[in-house]
C-alpha cells in the first residue's frame, strides 16, 4: 500500500509540475526564435549565444522596440543533433508562433532547418553554421550573416598558409557537412596553390587520436589544418603534443571557438601554446564603435571579457532581425523577406549587407571579416590578415 | 607504428580488464549484469575532479576518496535496487539500464557537457626504447592499473573474504551450506564491483577526461570482456582485457580507426556463437 | 461471447473517437500525436518479444534503423517510391530480426541482451561511418510519403500502422500460438515438455517484432523527411523500453498507455531542457522498483482490491 502511494505522489507531482509550465498569455511583445546546442557537446555555443541574445534584446529594447513593441526571443535547443534541431525550428514556428528565426551553429542541422524554413516559409537567417550548400541552395527564406567555407577558406586560411610559407600540409576534417565540406575546398586551394598535402577523417566524439597522429607525423608537415569541433579538438591538440607532432608543425583550429572556451588550458595544458585559430573578434583589436560598446556592455553584464566570438555573431544577427522587422513595418513573411534583402546596417563586425547573385553560396549572404589568431604565452596575437596583424608567427 | 600500437593496446586493455574484473566479480557471484558500472567509472572520475580541483585536495588522497565514495554508493545500489531482483536476471538487467540513463541525466545536470579533467600526475611525454614518444600520464595510468590489479588478486588469493568469493563463485549452494552469509556477500561484492569501476575511472580520467555520456562504452567493452574471458572467470576477464586492447588498436593503425570498436562487437558475438563459455573459460557443466 | 463482442464495440467506438482527435488540434498538438503512434508501434512491437517471450532485445530501435535507413537509401539513391520503400524497410528488418533471432537461439538471458546490444553498436558504427552513404551523423533527407505534406494525412497514416501493429501482436498472442508464447517466457524446458515448438515461437517472435519496428522506423523517417542515427540509437531504446516498463510490460494496453503518457509528458516538461531525460529515467527507476508489472499491474490491483472477493 505504501508503496503505491509513493508512486500515486510522484505522478501526481509531475503532472502538477507540467500544469505549472503553461505558457504565458499576454502576447505583446514580438517574439523570434533562435536555434542552437544548449545541450551536447557544443553547449558551450549555446552560452555564447544566450549571453549575444540577452545584450541584443535589452539594446534593441532600450531603443525603443520593434513595432513599438519589445523584442522577445524564443532560445530553442537543438542538442547539436540534425532531427531535434528540425523539430525545434517547427517547434518554435508552431508552438510559440514566432514571426522569423535566427541561429544554428551547426551546418547538419542547419541544412535540415531550412528545408523547414522552406516549408513553413518563415525567414531564417544563419549565424554560424558554415556550409556553402546553406545559401548556395538559393532558398528565397534562407539567409546567413556569418561566414561560408568557402568565404573562410579562400578569403582567410589559404591566404594564411601560403603567406607563411608552409610548406606541407595535413588536413584533419571531421565527419559533419561543415568538416567535410571545409576540407574539400582547403583541397581545392592547396592543389592551386601547389603545396603538398595529405588528409584524413575523423570522429568528432573521438577521445583517442594517438594512431591517427601517428599516421600524420609519418608524413611530416609543418601546418595542420584541423576542422574539428568542440573539445574533439582538445584531446588532439594535447595528443599532438605527447607524440611531439607539435610544436615541430603549427596546428590551425579551423573553427576558432574551442580554442576560447574556458577549458582549454585545462585540457591542453601547456601543449595548447602557439596553436592558431580562426576568429572574428580579437580580445583588444575592435572594428567599430558598435563592437566597442557590446565589449563593455558584455564585461558590465557578465563580469568578464567576451572570449566566444560567437556570442557577438547572434548579438549581430539579432540587431538585423530588429532592423528588418522595423523596416518591414508587419510580421509577414515576405515583407521581412524583402526588408532583409535591404539591409544595410553597422553592425560589430562592420557594415551587414546581403548578396543578391544567384547561382552559388553568395546569393542571401553576408561574409565578415576574420582573423587567423595564434595563442602566444596565453596571450593573442594576430596573424592574419597583414592590415590587422599585432605580431609574427612563432614556431 | 608496430611498437606504438601495441603499448596503446596493453595500457588501454590494462584498463579494460580493471573495469572488466568489477562486471566479473558481479556477474560470479550475483548473476547480474549490472548495466551502469560505466557510469561508475565516470562518476569516479568527477568525484576526483571535483575534490582534486575545486577542494584542492592531493590528487591521490581524491582518488582514495572518490574509489570510497562509489564503494558506498554501490553498497546503497545493491541494497535498494538489486537485492530484490535476486534470481530474476533480466529484471535487474532492466532496472540498471534504467538507472544508467539516470546517472548520466544527473551528471549532465550537475557537471556539464564538458569533459571534466582531473589534474595529472605526472607531465610532458617521453621516448620509448628511441621508438615513439609516449605520454607520461599513459604510462603511469599503466603501472597504476597493474599495481591494482596485483592487489586484488593478491586478496582473492590470501584473504578469507577472496577465499569466500571464490567459493561463492564456484559454487553458491555450497557455499551457503557452509555457512557463508551470501546476501552480505552479495552487497559487498556489488560495492567492490563498483569499486573496481572507481578505480580505473579515476585511474583514466586524467588521460581521457569524463563526460556525462562516456560511461556507456566503458560498460559495453568490458561486458565484451566479460564474455570473452568466459563469464565469472577473474584471470579469463584480464586476458580479454587485454586481447581487446591490442586487438582494437592494431586494427585501428592496419584496417580503419572509424570501425576500431567493430572488431570488439564482432569478436563478442563470435565468442557467443562458437564458445559460449568464453576463449579462455573453463566448459560450463 | 457477449463479452467479446461488447468489447469490439467499444473498439470501434474509441478508434472512431481518436481518429476525429487531430480535427480540434493545432499542428503542433497533431505532431505530438504523430510521434506518440511512432511509439506505440515501437512499444507494441518490442512488447511482443520482451514481455511475452522474455527476450530482453536491446536492439529494437536498431532495427527502426534498418527500416528507416533501407528505405531512406533506396529512395535517395535509386528513387523508389517511398512507400515501396516502407514495404523494403519492413522486409529488411525482417531478414535481419531472422537472422538475429536464430543466431541468438542458444543464448538465454544476458547473453541474449548483449548480443543485440552488440549489433545494435555495429550498425551504429557502419552508419557513422559509411557517411558517403548514409551520410552518418549529418542526416539523411528523404521524400516524404505525400506529396503534398500534411500533418493530418501523416496522423491518419501512423494510425493505420499503430492499428496494424496493435492487430498483428493481438492476434499472434491471443492465437493458438499464443499459449506457446506466455509457455515459452515462463519456462522454456517446461513449455518443450508441454510440445510447444520453442525454437519456432522465439524465431517467430524475433521476427515478427523486428519486422514491425522497421516499419514503424521506415514510416518515421519519411515523416520526419530526415533520418538520422537517433532512430537506432540506445537512447531511443531507452525511450522504448521506459514506456513500456511504466506502462507494464507484458500487458496488451501497457505500451500504449507507456508510449502516450510519456511522449505527451516530455513534450510538457521540454520547457525545462536537459531535465527531461532524467523525470522520466526517475519515474522509470521507481515504477519498475515498485510496481514491475507498470500502470496497467497497478490498476488491475487496485481493481482486484475493489472487488470484494468472490
Same mark, same amino acid.
Given at each position: 500500500?505504501?508503496?503505491?502511494?509513493?508512486?500515486?505522489?510522484?505522478?501526481?507531482?509531475?503532472?502538477?509540475?507540467?500544469?505549472?509550465?503553461?505558457?504565458?498569455?499576454?502576447?505583446?511583445?514580438?517574439?523570434?526564435?533562435?536555434?542552437?546546442?544548449?545541450?551536447?557537446?557544443?553547449?558551450?555555443?549555446?552560452?555564447?549565444?544566450?549571453?549575444?541574445?540577452?545584450? &541584443?534584446?535589452?539594446?534593441?529594447?532600450?531603443?525603443?522596440?520593434? %513595432?513599438?513593441?519589445?523584442?522577445?526571443?524564443?532560445?530553442?535547443?537543438?542538442?547539436?543533433?540534425?532531427?531535434?534541431?528540425?523539430?525545434?525550428?517547427?517547434?518554435?514556428?508552431?508552438?510559440?508562433?514566432?514571426?522569423?528565426?535566427?541561429?544554428?551553429?551547426?551546418?547538419?542541422?542547419?541544412?535540415?532547418?531550412?528545408?523547414?524554413?522552406?516549408?513553413?516559409?518563415?525567414?531564417?537567417?544563419?549565424?554560424? &553554421?558554415?556550409?556553402?550548400?546553406?545559401?548556395?541552395?538559393?532558398?528565397?527564406?534562407?539567409?546567413?550573416?556569418?561566414?561560408?567555407?568557402?568565404?573562410?577558406?579562400?578569403?582567410?586560411?589559404?591566404?594564411? #598558409?601560403?603567406?607563411?610559407?608552409?610548406?606541407?600540409?595535413?588536413?584533419?576534417?571531421?565527419?559533419?557537412?561543415?568538416?567535410?565540406?571545409?576540407?574539400?575546398?582547403?583541397?581545392?586551394?592547396?592543389?592551386?596553390?601547389?603545396?603538398?598535402?595529405?588528409?584524413?577523417?575523423?570522429?568528432?566524439?573521438?577521445?583517442?587520436?594517438?594512431?591517427? %597522429?601517428?599516421?600524420?607525423?609519418?608524413?611530416?608537415?609543418?601546418?595542420?589544418?584541423?576542422?574539428?569541433?568542440?573539445?574533439?579538438?582538445?584531446?588532439?591538440?594535447?595528443?599532438?603534443?605527447? #607524440?611531439?607532432?607539435?610544436?615541430?608543425?603549427?596546428?590551425?583550429?579551423?573553427?576558432?571557438?574551442?580554442?576560447?572556451?574556458?577549458?582549454?588550458?585545462?585540457?591542453?595544458?601547456?601543449?595548447?601554446?602557439?596553436?592558431?585559430?580562426?576568429?572574428?573578434?580579437?580580445?583588444? #583589436?575592435?572594428?567599430?564603435?558598435?563592437?566597442?560598446?557590446?565589449?563593455?556592455?558584455?564585461?558590465?553584464?557578465?563580469?568578464?571579457?567576451?572570449?566566444?566570438?560567437?556570442?557577438?555573431?547572434?548579438?549581430?544577427?539579432?540587431?538585423?532581425?530588429?532592423?528588418?522587422?522595423?523596416?518591414?513595418?508587419?510580421?509577414?513573411?515576405?515583407? %521581412?523577406?524583402?526588408?532583409?534583402?535591404?539591409?544595410?546596417?553597422?553592425?560589430?563586425?562592420?557594415?551587414?549587407?546581403?548578396?543578391?547573385?544567384?547561382?552559388?553560396?553568395?546569393?542571401?549572404?553576408w561574409m565578415p571579416p576574420m582573423l587567423v589568431i595564434q595563442w602566444q604565452d596565453k596571450a593573442q596575437t594576430v596573424l592574419y590578415p597583414p592590415e590587422a596583424a599585432t605580431g609574427q608567427l612563432k614556431r | 607504428m608496430l611498437a606504438l600500437?601495441?603499448?596503446?593496446?596493453?595500457?588501454?586493455?590494462?584498463?579494460?580488464?580493471?573495469?572488466?574484473?568489477?562486471?566479473?566479480?558481479?556477474?560470479?557471484?550475483?548473476?547480474?549484469?549490472?548495466?551502469?558500472?560505466?557510469?561508475?567509472?565516470?562518476?569516479?572520475?568527477?568525484?576526483?575532479?571535483?575534490?582534486?580541483?575545486?577542494?584542492?585536495?592531493?590528487?591521490?588522497?581524491?582518488?582514495?576518496?572518490?574509489?570510497?565514495?562509489?564503494?558506498?554508493?554501490?553498497?546503497?545500489?545493491e541494497y535498494t535496487l538489486i537485492r530484490p531482483t535476486y534470481g530474476d536476471d533480466m529484471y535487474s538487467l532492466i532496472l540498471t539500464f534504467i538507472l544508467s540513463i539516470v546517472f548520466q541525466s544527473l551528471f549532465l545536470l550537475v557537471f556539464?557537457?564538458?569533459?571534466?579533467?582531473?589534474? /595529472?600526475?605526472?607531465?610532458?611525454?617521453?621516448?620509448?626504447?628511441?621508438?615513439?614518444?609516449?605520454?607520461?600520464?599513459?604510462?603511469?595510468?599503466?603501472?597504476?592499473?597493474?599495481?591494482?590489479?596485483?592487489?586484488?588478486?593478491?586478496?582473492?588469493?590470501?584473504?578469507?573474504?577472496?577465499?569466500?568469493?571464490?567459493?561463492?563463485?564456484?559454487?553458491?549452494?555450497?557455499?551457503?551450506?557452509?555457512?557463508?552469509?551470501?546476501?552480505?556477500?552479495?552487497?559487498? /561484492?556489488?560495492?567492490?564491483?563498483?569499486?573496481?569501476?572507481?578505480?580505473?575511472?579515476?585511474?583514466?580520467?586524467?588521460?581521457?577526461?569524463?563526460?556525462?555520456?562516456?560511461?556507456?562504452?566503458?560498460?559495453?567493452?568490458?561486458?565484451?570482456?566479460?564474455?570473452?574471458?568466459?563469464?565469472?572467470?577473474?584471470?579469463?576477464?584480464?586476458?580479454?582485457?587485454?586481447?581487446?586492447?591490442?586487438?582494437?588498436?592494431?586494427?585501428?593503425?592496419?584496417?580503419?580507426?572509424?570501425?576500431?570498436?567493430?572488431?570488439?562487437?564482432?569478436?563478442?558475438?563470435?565468442?557467443?556463437?562458437?564458445?559460449?563459455?568464453?576463449?579462455?573459460?573453463?566448459?560450463?557443466? | 461471447?457477449?463479452?467479446?463482442?461488447?468489447?469490439?464495440?467499444?473498439?470501434?467506438?474509441?478508434?472512431?473517437?481518436?481518429?476525429?482527435?487531430?480535427?480540434?488540434?493545432?499542428?503542433?498538438?497533431?505532431?505530438?500525436?504523430?510521434?506518440?503512434?511512432?511509439?506505440?508501434?515501437?512499444?507494441?512491437?518490442?512488447?511482443?518479444?520482451?514481455?511475452?517471450?522474455?527476450?530482453?532485445?536491446?536492439?529494437?530501435?536498431?532495427?527502426?534503423?534498418?527500416?528507416?535507413?533501407?528505405?531512406?537509401?533506396?529512395?535517395?539513391?535509386?528513387?523508389?517510391?517511398?512507400?515501396?520503400?516502407?514495404?523494403?524497410?519492413?522486409?529488411?528488418?525482417?531478414?535481419?530480426?531472422?537472422?538475429?533471432?536464430?543466431?541468438?537461439?542458444?543464448?538465454?538471458?544476458?547473453?541474449?541482451?548483449?548480443?543485440?546490444?552488440?549489433?545494435?553498436?555495429?550498425?551504429?558504427?557502419?552508419?557513422?561511418?559509411?557517411?558517403?552513404?548514409?551520410?552518418?551523423?549529418?542526416?539523411?533527407?528523404?521524400?516524404?510519403?505525400?506529396?503534398?505534406?500534411?500533418?493530418?494525412?501523416?496522423?491518419?497514416?501512423?494510425?493505420?500502422?499503430?492499428?496494424?501493429?496493435?492487430?498483428?501482436?493481438?492476434?499472434?498472442?491471443?492465437?493458438?500460438?499464443?499459449?506457446?508464447?506466455?509457455?515459452?517466457?515462463?519456462?522454456?524446458?517446461?513449455?518443450?515438455?508441454?510440445?510447444?515448438?520453442?525454437?519456432?515461437?522465439?524465431?517467430?517472435?524475433?521476427?515478427?517484432?523486428?519486422?514491425?519496428?522497421?516499419?514503424?522506423?521506415?514510416?518515421?523517417?519519411?515523416?520526419?523527411?530526415?533520418?538520422?542515427?537517433?532512430?537506432?540509437?540506445?537512447?531511443?531504446?531507452?525511450?522504448?523500453?521506459?514506456?513500456?516498463?511504466?506502462?507494464?510490460?507484458?500487458?496488451?494496453?501497457?505500451?500504449?498507455?507507456?508510449?502516450?503518457?510519456?511522449?505527451?509528458?516530455?513534450?510538457?516538461?521540454?520547457?525545462?531542457?536537459?531535465?527531461?531525460?532524467?523525470?522520466?529515467?526517475?519515474?522509470?527507476?521507481?515504477?519498475?522498483?515498485?510496481?514491475?508489472?507498470?500502470?496497467?499491474?497497478?490498476?488491475?490491483?487496485?481493481?482486484?482490491?475493489?472487488?470484494?472477493?468472490?
Amino acid at each position: 500500500m505504501n508503496k503505491k502511494g509513493f508512486v500515486g505522489v510522484i505522478v501526481l507531482a509531475l503532472v502538477g509540475l507540467m500544469l505549472a509550465v503553461g505558457p504565458a498569455l499576454g502576447a505583446d511583445p514580438v517574439k523570434i526564435g533562435v536555434v542552437g546546442p544548449r545541450t551536447g557537446d557544443a553547449a558551450a555555443t549555446g552560452k555564447a549565444f544566450e549571453e549575444g541574445i540577452q545584450l &541584443a534584446t535589452a539594446w534593441v529594447n532600450a531603443k525603443g522596440g520593434v %513595432l513599438g513593441r519589445p523584442l522577445e526571443v524564443v532560445f530553442e535547443d537543438t542538442a547539436g543533433a540534425p532531427d531535434k534541431a528540425a523539430s525545434g525550428f517547427e517547434r518554435l514556428v508552431t508552438r510559440d508562433k514566432v514571426a522569423m528565426v535566427l541561429g544554428e551553429s551547426h551546418s547538419s542541422s542547419a541544412l535540415a532547418e531550412i528545408e523547414v524554413a522552406n516549408r513553413l516559409k518563415i525567414p531564417f537567417v544563419v549565424v554560424e &553554421a558554415w556550409a556553402d550548400p546553406i545559401t548556395a541552395k538559393n532558398y528565397r527564406y534562407v539567409f546567413r550573416a556569418g561566414p561560408s567555407n568557402s568565404g573562410v577558406v579562400n578569403e582567410t586560411i589559404a591566404k594564411w #598558409v601560403q603567406a607563411s610559407g608552409f610548406k606541407k600540409a595535413y588536413i584533419v576534417a571531421e565527419n559533419s557537412d561543415w568538416g567535410l565540406g571545409i576540407a574539400q575546398l582547403t583541397e581545392a586551394a592547396l592543389k592551386k596553390a601547389a603545396i603538398p598535402y595529405e588528409q584524413l577523417v575523423t570522429e568528432r566524439k573521438s577521445q583517442d587520436h594517438y594512431t591517427e %597522429l601517428t599516421k600524420i607525423k609519418q608524413f611530416g608537415p609543418d601546418v595542420v589544418l584541423a576542422y574539428v569541433y568542440g573539445t574533439g579538438l582538445h584531446y588532439f591538440v594535447a595528443q599532438a603534443g605527447e #607524440v611531439g607532432l607539435t610544436p615541430k608543425a603549427v596546428i590551425l583550429d579551423g573553427a576558432g571557438p574551442p580554442s576560447l572556451w574556458p577549458d582549454y588550458w585545462t585540457n591542453v595544458g601547456d601543449y595548447g601554446n602557439l596553436e592558431c585559430f580562426v576568429s572574428s573578434m580579437h580580445e583588444k #583589436v575592435e572594428l567599430t564603435p558598435l563592437a566597442k560598446e557590446f565589449r563593455e556592455n558584455y564585461v558590465k553584464a557578465f563580469g568578464k571579457a567576451p572570449t566566444d566570438y560567437k556570442s557577438r555573431s547572434i548579438y549581430d544577427a539579432v540587431l538585423i532581425a530588429a532592423d528588418a522587422i522595423n523596416r518591414a513595418g508587419s510580421l509577414g513573411a515576405e515583407n %521581412l523577406v524583402t526588408a532583409l534583402e535591404k539591409t544595410d546596417l553597422l553592425t560589430t563586425r562592420g557594415k551587414a549587407k546581403f548578396g543578391m547573385e544567384k547561382g552559388g553560396p553568395e546569393y542571401h549572404q553576408w561574409m565578415p571579416p576574420m582573423l587567423v589568431i595564434q595563442w602566444q604565452d596565453k596571450a593573442q596575437t594576430v596573424l592574419y590578415p597583414p592590415e590587422a596583424a599585432t605580431g609574427q608567427l612563432k614556431r | 607504428m608496430l611498437a606504438l600500437s601495441l603499448t596503446n593496446g596493453l595500457v588501454i586493455g590494462i584498463v579494460y580488464a580493471l573495469t572488466a574484473l568489477g562486471v566479473s566479480l558481479v556477474v560470479g557471484i550475483m548473476n547480474v549484469v549490472n548495466f551502469a558500472h560505466g557510469e561508475f567509472y565516470i562518476l569516479a572520475g568527477y568525484f576526483s575532479y571535483l575534490f582534486a580541483h575545486t577542494l584542492g585536495i592531493h590528487p591521490l588522497a581524491a582518488m582514495v576518496i572518490a574509489v570510497g565514495l562509489v564503494f558506498l554508493l554501490g553498497l546503497v545500489v545493491e541494497y535498494t535496487l538489486i537485492r530484490p531482483t535476486y534470481g530474476d536476471d533480466m529484471y535487474s538487467l532492466i532496472l540498471t539500464f534504467i538507472l544508467s540513463i539516470v546517472f548520466q541525466s544527473l551528471f549532465l545536470l550537475v557537471f556539464g557537457p564538458y569533459p571534466n579533467k582531473p589534474p /595529472s600526475w605526472i607531465k610532458g611525454a617521453t621516448e620509448v626504447f628511441g621508438l615513439f614518444h609516449y605520454g607520461n600520464q599513459r604510462l603511469a595510468a599503466l603501472a597504476a592499473g597493474v599495481v591494482v590489479i596485483a592487489l586484488f588478486f593478491a586478496m582473492l588469493k590470501l584473504t578469507w573474504f577472496g577465499r569466500m568469493i571464490r567459493a561463492a563463485a564456484q559454487d553458491r549452494e555450497m557455499a551457503e551450506l557452509n555457512g557463508i552469509n551470501t546476501t552480505r556477500l552479495n552487497l559487498l /561484492s556489488f560495492g567492490l564491483g563498483c569499486a573496481l569501476a572507481a578505480a580505473a575511472g579515476v585511474i583514466l580520467a586524467p588521460v581521457f577526461p569524463v563526460t556525462p555520456t562516456a560511461g556507456t562504452p566503458v560498460a559495453l567493452t568490458a561486458f565484451v570482456c566479460v564474455v570473452l574471458g568466459g563469464m565469472g572467470s577473474m584471470s579469463g576477464c584480464v586476458l580479454g582485457g587485454l586481447v581487446l586492447g591490442v586487438v582494437e588498436n592494431l586494427g585501428a593503425a592496419y584496417v580503419s580507426t572509424g570501425y576500431k570498436h567493430v572488431f570488439m562487437f564482432l569478436i563478442l558475438i563470435l565468442v557467443l556463437l562458437f564458445r559460449p563459455a568464453g576463449l579462455f573459460g573453463r566448459r560450463e557443466v | 461471447m457477449v463479452k467479446a463482442i461488447d468489447n469490439r464495440w467499444w473498439l470501434a467506438a474509441a478508434v472512431a473517437g481518436f481518429a476525429a482527435l487531430p480535427w480540434g488540434l493545432g499542428i503542433y498538438h497533431q505532431h505530438v500525436l504523430i510521434v506518440s503512434l511512432f511509439y506505440v508501434m515501437m512499444t507494441a512491437s518490442w512488447n511482443l518479444l520482451a514481455g511475452y517471450t522474455g527476450q530482453v532485445s536491446f536492439g529494437h530501435a536498431a532495427f527502426a534503423g534498418i527500416g528507416a535507413y533501407a528505405s531512406g537509401i533506396l529512395a535517395t539513391k535509386v528513387g523508389l517510391n517511398p512507400w515501396l520503400g516502407v514495404g523494403a524497410g519492413t522486409l529488411a528488418a525482417a531478414v535481419f530480426g531472422f537472422l538475429l533471432g536464430v543466431l541468438c537461439l542458444k543464448m538465454g538471458g544476458i547473453y541474449l541482451s548483449l548480443t543485440t546490444l552488440g549489433f545494435s553498436e555495429i550498425l551504429h558504427i557502419i552508419i557513422n561511418n559509411e557517411y558517403e552513404i548514409t551520410r552518418g551523423t549529418m542526416g539523411l533527407q528523404v521524400p516524404g510519403l505525400i506529396a503534398e505534406y500534411s500533418k493530418l494525412a501523416y496522423f491518419y497514416i501512423f494510425l493505420a500502422g499503430a492499428i496494424i501493429t496493435l492487430a498483428v501482436v493481438h492476434r499472434l498472442i491471443h492465437a493458438n500460438i499464443g499459449l506457446n508464447f506466455r509457455a515459452v517466457q515462463n519456462d522454456e524446458r517446461a513449455a518443450a515438455a508441454l510440445g510447444v515448438d520453442v525454437v519456432r515461437v522465439r524465431v517467430l517472435a524475433f521476427t515478427v517484432s523486428s519486422a514491425l519496428a522497421g516499419m514503424a522506423g521506415a514510416l518515421y523517417g519519411h515523416y520526419l523527411l530526415l533520418i538520422t542515427p537517433q532512430i537506432p540509437s540506445l537512447d531511443q531504446q531507452f525511450l522504448v523500453l521506459s514506456m513500456t516498463v511504466i506502462g507494464g510490460l507484458g500487458s496488451f494496453a501497457g505500451p500504449v498507455i507507456g508510449a502516450f503518457g510519456l511522449e505527451i509528458l516530455s513534450e510538457y516538461i521540454r520547457a525545462y531542457g536537459e531535465y527531461h531525460v532524467l523525470a522520466f529515467g526517475l519515474v522509470a527507476l521507481i515504477v519498475a522498483r515498485f510496481a514491475p508489472r507498470g500502470l496497467v499491474g497497478v490498476w488491475k490491483q487496485f481493481m482486484d482490491r475493489r472487488r470484494p472477493a468472490a
